[in-house]
């Protein structure tokens, strides 16, 4: 079955500091893209980054990069120099057949 | 710029009433999607179109239709809504080749 895990269902970290988030995936596919998506409270939901399966180099996106390790499956976000804009639901996904299948989101607290 | 609108952001509905969402694109795209949003269960694929008068099911259809009678619209519709269908309702078209998705802001249900 395709899957999206994200393990961590909550997480807060100290306004500045630097916060991971986990995302294990599940496909039999060799080429796809990878997707984080964010979504503030009450708004709209956005692209964050993406990254193609078959590029070894980590996307970077200013303060957001990924690591992503194709043979363990995982394909995790880290926020650097969070800032209180960074509150939100962030969502793990993969592109399977035309379709995006989801993880469950982790809700990201920011500490000021 | 991309846009996908959907018609209404809040909606309050008795049960058993019928419940139309519309979403409209200006992408000009062929795909567009219906998803459900549920904490703790991330993003639930209720159909999606590929076409003008096409339709696919999703993981979750029971309980929903769907109508695309044009491409830049396509309406979502609770014939008898229940309050299990209470929920944040996302429409999502392609923005590339690369599967990620453009959303609308969303339409929060309430079945009371």
């Known amino acids: 079955a395709q899957t999206v895990t994200q393990s961590q269902p909550e997480m807060s970290v100290q306004e500045a500091e630097t916060v991971t988030l986990s995302c294990t995936y599940d496909?039999?596919?060799?080429?796809?893209?990878l997707f984080w998506y964010k979504q503030p409270p009450s708004r709209q939901m956005i692209l964050v980054i993406r990254?193609?399966?078959?590029k070894q180099q980590n996307a970077t996106e200013n303060r957001f990069s990924v690591n992503f390790q194709k043979a363990a499956k995982s394909f995790s976000l880290k926020i650097s120099d969070s800032q209180l804009g960074d509150a939100a639901m962030y969502f793990c996904?993969?592109?399977?057949?035309?379709?995006?299948?989801w993880g469950a989101g982790t809700k990201l607290i920011i500490k000021p | 710029d991309v846009k996908v609108t959907q018609s209404s952001r809040y909606l309050v509905k008795r049960t058993g009433e019928k419940v139309f969402l519309e979403c409209v694109q200006d992408?000009?795209?062929?795909?567009m999607f219906w998803y459900r949003q549920d904490p703790g269960l991330g993003l639930r694929l209720i159909y999606f179109?590929?076409?003008?008068?096409?339709?696919e099911k999703g993981d979750i259809p029971e309980g929903y239709s769907v109508s695309r009678e044009k491409k830049e619209r396509f309406s979502l519709i609770l014939e008898s809504a229940s309050t299990n269908q209470t929920s944040m309702y996302l429409c999502?078209?392609?923005?590339?080749?690369?599967?990620?998705?453009?959303f609308g802001e969303g339409s929060r249900l309430t079945v009371l």
């Open positions: 999502a078209t392609p923005t590339g080749l690369t599967g990620e998705l453009f």
């Open positions: 992408m000009d795209h062929e795909n």
């Open positions: 179109s590929y076409d003008v008068k096409m339709k």
């Open positions: 496909t039999s596919e060799s080429d796809y893209y």
């Open positions: 990254q193609e399966a078959y």
């Open positions: 996904a993969y592109n399977s057949n035309y379709q995006l299948i």
